[in-house]
T-cell receptor
Framework: EAGVVQSPRYKIIEKKQPVAFWCNPI?????LYWYRQNLGQGPELLIR????????DSQLPKDRFSAERLKGVDSTLKIQPAELGDSAVYLC????????????FGSGTRLTVV | AQSVTQPDIHITVSEGASLELRCNYS??????LFWYVQSPGQGLQLLLK??????LVQGIKGFEAEFKRSQSSFNLRKPSVHWSDAAEYFC??????????FGKGTKLSVKP
């Protein structure tokens, strides 16, 4: 079984530029999460999807961040424009319908804003 | 509010020595608890999880954790550490909204 796939693995951009991250969850996992992990910190939730619906986006900075999960499968997280403080690892995770029985994380995208 | 505290930022142990990483949580109901490991540049790998039942949980790579409700703790243990265990370890609690709430992590270094 393929795991959670994220791309790209690394991204370096100049501030004020846009950037997008892509995530393909495990087949059959209806819940998808985007987390941000700052250096030396634990991951923090940005947004949670149940199928194609964003059910928790309270921590998503909506002035510059957006996300979508068309058709309830893969998802894209976008930042526009990026700021220096957005440098972090962006992790995608998915979980099956049975609640809380398993969260699988992707390898993450390391974003550096210069 | 739900939260997780990992009191030790960095721990160094000798190879072959025993290990215990501390985790305390704050959660109003019966928690779902997890330990993840993260090697440099990698994603999070699940070591073990607790939902209910036996409070001593066995995981991968020889790790185990014990849930103690009275102490709101879920400490991770390993009887004999290997050099390949050097990584960062995160404790997490399953929040009421279905997401995971993580501690800040404990970095483990292993001395030869």
């Amino acid at each position: 079984e393929a795991g959670v796939v994220q791309s790209p693995r690394y991204k370096i951009i100049e501030k004020k530029q846009p950037v997008a991250f892509w995530c393909n969850p495990i087949s059959g996992h209806n819940t998808l999460y985007w987390y941000r992990q700052n250096l030396g910190q634990g991951p923090e939730l940005l947004i949670r999807y149940e199928n194609e619906e964003a059910v928790d986006d309270s921590q998503l900075p909506k002035d510059r961040f957006s996300a979508e999960r068309l058709k309830g499968v893969d998802s894209t997280l976008k930042i526009q424009p990026a700021e220096l403080g957005d440098s972090a690892v962006y992790l995608c995770a998915s979980s099956p319908p049975t609640p809380r029985t398993g969260y699988t994380f992707g390898s993450g995208t390391r974003l550096t804003v210069v | 509010a739900q939260s997780v505290t990992q009191p030790d930022i960095h721990i160094t142990v000798s190879e072959g020595a025993s290990l215990e990483l501390r985790c305390n949580y704050s959660y109003g109901a019966t928690p779902y608890l997890f330990w993840y490991v993260q090697s440099p540049g990698q994603g999070l790998q699940l070591l073990l999880k607790y939902f209910s039942g036996d409070t001593l949980v066995q995981g991968i790579k020889g790790f185990e954790a014990e849930f103690k409700r009275s102490q709101s703790s879920f400490n991770l243990r390993k009887p004999s550490v290997h050099w390949s265990d050097a990584a960062e370890y995160f404790c997490a609690v399953g929040g009421s909204q279905g997401n995971l709430i993580f501690g800040k992590g404990t970095k483990l270094s292993v001395k030869p």
